[in-house]
């Protein structure tokens, strides 16, 4: 067996494993693992009680990897999340003692209730995997990602994220209520968080970093790349359009969709892998202008249903 299906194997395990807790939401959590394997960040925009915080930890866990869950309220400070240095009398010296992103996943719940100056304490570590205090640079080891889950902003007590901070997550996604079906199988089953807790790990951080690795190798045709530049500079030629794709969206989306093949068991791209990312990697990167009635994701959709895919 090749790597490719090796992969595409290995994480079809990692998914199953996942359902049996995040019941009636394969669409999540294909896209979470996804997420993952392009060195991404998800951000999770729902109601409370769906299951935004327990498809982490459930994801969490059947990696084996180390989970740390950051609540952010209005009093939080930058501190609170990334550590604080305190004077040492012993050693006479201030000794910087490490915050919860310290980790190798991040549970930022509910972000949007944090002030923005607590919101950009992310910022680097999301773009460069390390954290400067004092002078000092302190690099987070490998897989490290970020789920943050935000309330629907009519809600009290919530702040916009900044779009500095937006553009720091891959994938955007939308869990929603399971179907009545999905949620039978819930309302039956033993209670979630005792499920999530007995959940064993199907794969190792390093297995998991090895199948990363192949994203690096992935084939992308020049037609692939034509279709994701003409549908950026549509976007922003397009007088509906304030804020069109930028060029990180358009690596981050390249990026997404080459980790896509993986998952499938595939060394190369197919323009569906492109196409199936676009709304999660891209609709909260743009923005509407005053001209349109339409949302940022059904603008995206009349782009892509008007250009043609390569064959």
């Known amino acids: ?56 930890k459930a994801f969490a866990n059947s990696i084996a990897l180390p989970i740390t869950r950051i609540q952010f309220t209005a009093d939080m400070l930058p501190s609170d999340i990334i550590g604080i240095s305190v004077f040492d009398k012993e050693e006479n010296a201030f000794k910087f003692h490490k915050g919860p992103i310290f980790t190798n996943i991040v549970l930022a719940d509910e972000i949007n209730r944090a002030e923005p100056r607590a919101q950009s304490a992310l910022l680097e570590v999301m773009v460069e995997r390390q954290i400067s205090v004092d002078a000092r640079i302190y690099k987070l080891t490998r897989p490290f990602m970020v789920i943050a889950t935000q309330n629907p902003l009519d809600y009290s007590g919530t702040y916009p994220l900044p779009d500095s901070q937006r553009d720091r997550f891959l994938f955007c996604i939308s869990l929603g209520y399971p179907s009545q079906d999905a949620e039978r199988k819930i309302l039956l089953s033993q209670q979630r968080e005792k499920l999530v807790d007995s959940l064993e790990p199907v794969l190792n951080a390093e297995q998991f970093e090895h199948f990363a690795e192949l994203v690096d190798a992935v084939h992308v ?51 569906d892998d492109v196409r199936n990312l676009a709304p999660h990697a891209l609709a909260h990167r743009v923005h509407p202008s005053g001209q349109s009635t339409k949302s940022a994701k059904a603008l995206l959709h009349d782009i892509l249903q008007n250009s043609p895919m390569p064959i």
Request: net charge negative; glycine share 6%; hydrophobic share 50%.
């Open 1 to 56: 067996m090749n790597d490719s299906a090796q992969s595409g194997a290995a994480l079809k395990a990692l998914k199953d494993n996942i359902a049996k807790v995040i019941i009636g939401q394969d669409d999540a959590i294909d896209l979470a693992i996804i997420c993952l394997l392009a060195d991404g960040h998800l951000l999770i925009e729902d109601i409370p009680g769906v299951g935004k915080t327990t498809l982490a």
């Open 221 to 271: 045709d020049s037609s692939i790349l034509d279709y994701i530049l003409d549908i950026a500079a549509q976007s922003r030629q397009s007088s509906l359009f304030k804020l069109g794709i930028s060029t990180r969206a358009c690596i981050d989306w390249l990026r997404a969709a080459k980790a896509r093949a993986v998952y499938l068991g595939r060394d190369f791209v197919l323009p």
